[in-house]
């Protein structure tokens, strides 16, 4: 019986994490978007975070490998406890728009 030598996977969707900020969750906490853009950056390294006029997409997330990961990125650390992603945003993974 053959073997096979060779397999080329093509096609398939982009995946993309969307993150969907809570304005009011993040006035709560004292926060700014800008904040968070920051350590979102930060986190991803070389990876790209495309600006949009109300959202903003993140792509290739390089060692973040999913939403739950993102979710707990911290973005403050007040004495209290650290602030983290998912407690001022909804953050999804999915397949980037054609």
Do not use: F, H
């Not at 053959?2 to 994490?17: D, F, H």
């Not at 006029?53 to 060692?63: A, S």
């Not at 403050?76 to 980037?96: C, N, T, W």
């Amino acid at each position: 019986m053959p073997g096979v030598a060779e397999v080329v996977v093509t096609g398939g969707q982009v995946m993309q994490c969307r993150i969907i900020v809570s304005p009011d969750r993040m006035t709560a906490y004292s926060l700014t978007i800008c904040e968070l853009v920051l350590a979102v950056e930060q986190a991803l390294n070389d990876d790209r975070v495309e600006p949009g006029t109300r959202e903003r997409v993140v792509r290739e997330m390089g060692r973040l490998r999913g939403s739950s990961t993102l979710g707990e990125l911290v973005l403050k650390s007040p004495a209290d406890r650290p602030i983290r992603l998912k407690d001022v945003a909804e953050v999804r993974l999915g397949a980037a728009p054609r």
